[in-house]
């Protein structure tokens, strides 16, 4: 097999960071394993080095088991870069936006192309693309990554070893990410952050590897090792790291502080260990400096809790270390990546400020041996799983297909059970009205079309019309069509001539109902199928002979099918793709509702049905409650439709004509800043068949507050919080500002959400659309030719 080829800037001895010792390690172990591969490096030696200097000759060696090919690093504009890197760091967190550069575009050039240079190793890249397997780049800043991804993003995964930093926020890492094929994440927090940075576009690519450690217990087997004589029989917090500002060690020294003052009497003392220039050390603080590893071993053992303040850590080995010694954590409850991991085991305990950190501190003095020791056991379960070699290099195996024949590489092959027929291809075709950019039921159509390829189907999307930019997507109908032999699927909501021509389709056919409004019943049948083009709404009861197989895109349409005729129909849920959301948003746009302001949000067609007015009424009542606050309607409106001029004179009457935007129709890159800036999702909807929007808004973390009508109860399950159709403006609006502003209720609403909105990806629902092909292969044999005719 092709070799993996490790992009980093610095690899070797000297190298002494995170991100370097983590590339040391995957590249070792999988070669131990087998694999062959290659670290693609500069000849600088260190971050601390000089980066326009070549530190080692250029060329191929073989070290560590592995082979390292060093590319010479060029001359850069420091002083442009350096400039840039002060503006970003001066920057503090509310400076930081989603979406929004920090600096000038002109900034951004100067930090990307003046950090780290190296045409050679990106010229490389560009013309050996084709010798390797895969190519892991990390870390996410320097310009081997961010310039170097891009020239083999077919095969390149990014571990990033992200930190929420104004870096994070430039816009070539936001393309980077979105580049990509795949992202490996070193812990749940660290996902949680660059889904907040890059949008749910990421998520399916994303995959939780962890990293590994060697636990200090268990390095050298019997050994007893001493902790420095002035700490023997001492009790106290370790901080274990770089002593730095950068890493919060100074908080920790004040609090430290704050607590001794007020527990004059207690006798846990701090210990700090790591690089650094400065010293830190005073009262009842132990600053030791850098120490060898048998001593930080013995500090590790020893201690009553290791104390993690840093903001910027996407793992932190040190916790799990300190974990596999089954010592409790304290950590800072702002790190996405170590909070997270406190959450989820139970291990440790949370801080922010100094005086948190004070009274944090207090506890662990006040708190008995076994009980921390209690704490620290869950913190060492946690830790056997994503901190352990053995577990996390099979996972990285996993995932760059590494392994023949593992799991992975099957499920990416292979999404569903359907069989495959490669010997005997079949077809199923779909048939709809309209393809249009971003609508849930086009979109549902290519995601079905796309998995029954995948599985071995030729499947073609028939249309009447499509829009310019989809023209790949979809054949024109009746220019093009399935051949009657072939099975066909059938979207429908409003009758058209493609509702004649599929119920007359010879070959298996299904009904796929996206409609909620109520069947009605037209004059006795007439000949033919010229009834379905004139009452201009389908006639349900009339259609249910024709399709023997029918599913609604949820029970509540089922349910109509079922009442007007339809056999025993099914549910195939619409699917809600976050890579969809793969995309730019709109710069501007992120800029301008990032402004400090809240935003409610709905979208959908401006229609009596959707009730804006109703929105609009809840909406003044939550203006009241936070005047700095707008309600973005994201929809448009028929230019014929007097409900859209009601609802511009029902805005005005309510003076809120300066905090009401109703958008008209929008490219995606627009609804996609509104669904990333957006405080909560309303919807006062009496008529959704399933609601995408709802499920939209889940992969963006915005709390939902919506009607229960319909089949929203449905499609939220036991996700968002619904209101009846009888309370008033004013009691839904007060529970939108509960919603938004109570972190608890918050967090809680959206910790359902990710759960339910897995309920409605392609790999969820492949099972009913199975159930679909099952029923119809049992009706109708398909035809042998899959050939499509043409008039």
């Known amino acids: 097999m092709k070799p993996v080829a490790i992009v980093i800037p610095w690899f070797g001895p000297d190298a002494n960071g995170g991100a370097e010792q983590q590339a040391l390690q995957i590249a070792t172990r999988l070669a131990a394993r087998k694999h062959a591969v290659e670290v693609l490096t500069t000849c600088n030696r260190s971050f601390h080095d000089d980066w326009s200097v070549n530190h080692y000759a250029a060329g191929a060696t073989s070290e560590y088991g592995?082979?390292?090919?060093?590319?010479?690093?060029?001359?850069?504009?420091?002083?442009?870069?350096?400039?840039?890197?002060?503006?970003?760091?001066?920057?503090?967190?509310?400076?930081?936006?989603?979406?929004?550069?920090?600096?000038?575009?002109?900034?951004?050039?100067?930090?990307?192309?003046?950090?780290?240079?190296?045409?050679?190793?990106?010229?490389?890249?560009?013309?050996?693309?084709?010798?390797?397997?895969?190519?892991?780049?990390?870390?996410?800043?320097?310009?081997?990554?961010?310039?170097?991804?891009?020239?083999?993003?077919?095969?390149?995964?990014?571990?990033?070893?992200?930190?929420?930093?104004?870096?994070?926020?430039?816009?070539?890492?936001a393309a980077m990410f979105r580049q990509a094929r795949g992202l490996l994440l070193n812990s749940s927090g660290e996902l949680e952050l660059a889904l907040r940075l890059f949008g749910p576009g990421i998520y399916d690519r994303s995959q939780i590897v962890g990293e590994g450690i060697e636990a200090p217990s268990q390095r050298r087997g019997g050994e007893k090792i001493d902790v420095p004589a002035e700490l023997v029989g001492k009790r106290y917090a370790l901080y274990l790291g770089r002593r730095d500002r950068t890493k919060n060690t100074d908080l920790l020294v004040r609090a430290f502080a704050q607590f001794k003052s007020e527990h004059p009497e207690s006798e846990l003392e701090l210990v700090l260990a790591g690089p650094g220039t400065e010293s830190f050390a005073g009262a009842g603080v132990h600053d030791l400096g850098f120490v060898p590893d048998e001593t930080k071993r013995a500090l590790l053992k020893n201690c009553a809790a290791l104390a993690q303040p840093s903001r910027n850590e996407s793992f932190s080995r040190t916790m799990m270390e300190a974990w596999s010694c089954g010592h409790p954590v304290l950590v800072q409850r702002d790190c996405l990546a170590t909070a997270t991991a406190v959450r989820e085991s139970g291990g440790g305990f949370l801080a922010g400020d100094e005086s948190e950190w004070a009274q944090l501190l207090a506890r662990v003095a006040e708190t008995s041996d076994r009980e921390l020791t209690a704490l620290g056991k869950l913190g060492r379960a946690y830790a056997v799983e994503v901190a352990d070699w053995k577990k996390v290099i099979p996972r990285y195996e996993d995932r760059l297909g590494l392994i023949p024949g593992s799991k992975r590489s099957k499920a990416e092959s292979r999404?569903?059970?359907?069989?495959?027929?490669?010997?005997?291809?079949?077809?199923?075709?779909?048939?709809?009205?309209?393809?249009?950019?971003?609508?849930?039921?086009?979109?549902?159509?290519?995601?079905?079309?796309?998995?029954?390829?995948?599985?071995?189907?030729?499947?073609?999307?028939?249309?009447?019309?499509?829009?310019?930019?989809?023209?790949?997507?979809?054949?024109?109908?009746?220019?093009?069509?399935?051949?009657?032999?072939?099975?066909?699927?059938?979207?429908?909501?409003?009758?058209?001539?493609?509702?004649?021509?599929?119920?007359?389709?010879?070959?298996?056919?299904?009904?796929?109902?996206?409609?909620?409004?109520?069947?009605?019943?037209?004059?006795?049948?007439?000949?033919?199928?010229?009834?379905?083009?004139?009452?201009?709404?389908?006639?349900?009861?009339?259609?249910?002979?024709?399709?023997?197989?029918?599913?609604?895109?949820?029970?509540?349409?089922?349910?109509?099918?079922?009442?007007?005729?339809?056999?025993?129909?099914?549910?195939?849920?619409?699917?809600?793709?976050?890579?969809?959301?793969?995309?730019?948003?709109?710069?501007?746009?992120?800029?301008?509702?990032?402004?400090?302001?809240?935003?409610?949000?709905?979208?959908?067609?401006?229609?009596?049905?959707?009730?804006?007015?109703?929105?609009?009424?809840?909406?003044?009542?939550?203006?009241?409650?936070?005047?700095?606050?707008?309600?973005?309607?994201?929809?448009?409106?028929?230019?014929?439709?007097?409900?859209?001029?009601?609802?511009?004179?029902?805005?005005?009457?309510?003076?809120?004509?300066?905090?009401?935007?109703?958008?008209?129709?929008?490219?995606?890159?627009?609804?996609?800043?509104?669904?990333?800036?957006?405080?909560?999702?309303?919807?006062?909807?009496?008529?959704?068949?399933?609601?995408?929007?709802?499920?939209?808004?889940?992969?963006?973390?915005?709390?939902?507050?919506?009607?229960?009508?319909?089949?929203?109860?449905?499609?939220?399950?036991?996700?968002?919080?619904?209101?009846?159709?009888?309370?008033?403006?004013?009691?839904?609006?007060?529970?939108?500002?509960?919603?938004?502003?109570?972190?608890?209720?918050?967090?809680?609403?959206?910790?359902?959400q990710r759960k339910r909105r897995l309920e409605f990806t392609s790999a969820k629902i492949s099972s009913s659309l199975t159930a679909i092909v099952e029923q119809l292969k049992a009706g109708r044999h398909f035809g042998k030719s899959g050939e499509r005719s043409r008039t």
Not at 94 to 110: E, F, K, L, Y
Not at 130 to 145: G, I, N, Q, T
Request: glycine share 4%; aromatic share 8%; net charge negative.
């Open 66 to 173: 592995v082979t390292i090919r060093r590319f010479s690093v060029d001359p850069r504009d420091a002083a442009a870069f350096d400039r840039v890197n002060a503006k970003l760091l001066a920057m503090n967190a509310a400076q930081q936006r989603p979406g929004v550069s920090p600096v000038t575009a002109n900034d951004a050039h100067s930090f990307v192309h003046e950090n780290m240079k190296s045409a050679a190793l990106l010229e490389h890249l560009q013309n050996e693309h084709e010798a390797y397997h895969a190519f892991l780049f990390l870390p996410y800043m320097f310009a081997p990554s961010v310039l170097g991804l891009p020239l083999v993003a077919d095969r390149a995964w990014l571990q990033p070893c992200l930190h929420d930093e104004p870096a994070a926020y430039l816009p070539h890492v």
């Open 415 to 752: 999404p569903s059970a359907l069989p495959r027929r490669v010997h005997s291809p079949r077809a199923i075709h779909q048939l709809l009205p309209d393809l249009a950019y971003g609508d849930a039921i086009s979109n549902q159509a290519c995601a079905i079309r796309n998995h029954l390829r995948s599985v071995g189907y030729e499947s073609e999307i028939f249309v009447k019309r499509r829009e310019p930019r989809l023209e790949t997507e979809a054949l024109l109908w009746p220019e093009a069509q399935p051949s009657p032999a072939d099975a066909l699927l059938y979207h429908h909501s409003i009758g058209s001539e493609l509702t004649a021509f599929a119920a007359d389709h010879a070959g298996p056919k299904c009904l796929i109902y996206h409609n909620i409004t109520p069947a009605k019943f037209f004059e006795p049948y007439r000949p033919g199928f010229a009834w379905m083009l004139e009452t201009g709404r389908s006639n349900l009861p009339r259609l249910a002979p024709h399709f023997t197989v029918s599913v609604g895109d949820s029970a509540f349409n089922a349910a109509e099918l079922s009442a007007v005729g339809f056999h025993r129909p099914g549910v195939l849920p619409i699917v809600i793709d976050p890579q969809r959301w793969n995309i730019a948003p709109d710069d501007a746009l992120m800029a301008r509702l990032q402004d400090g302001q809240t935003n409610l949000l709905f979208v959908g067609r401006i229609a009596p049905n959707k009730q804006q007015h109703r929105l609009i009424e809840i909406f003044a009542g939550y203006h009241e409650l936070d005047p700095h606050s707008r309600l973005i309607i994201a929809g448009e409106a028929r230019a014929s439709d007097p409900y859209s001029g009601q609802l511009h004179q029902m805005i005005e009457a309510l003076d809120l004509s300066e905090h009401v935007e109703i958008t008209g129709r929008i490219e995606d890159a627009a609804l996609l800043a509104y669904y990333r800036t957006a405080h909560l999702y309303c919807s006062p909807s009496a008529h959704e068949g399933f609601g995408a929007p709802l499920v939209e808004a889940m992969w963006f973390d915005v709390p939902v507050l919506a009607l229960r009508a319909t089949a929203v109860p449905e499609t939220l399950g036991d996700a968002g919080v619904l209101f009846d159709r009888d309370e008033s403006p004013a009691a839904i609006a007060a529970r939108a500002y509960e919603l938004i502003h109570d972190p608890h209720l918050r967090e809680s609403v959206i910790a359902a």
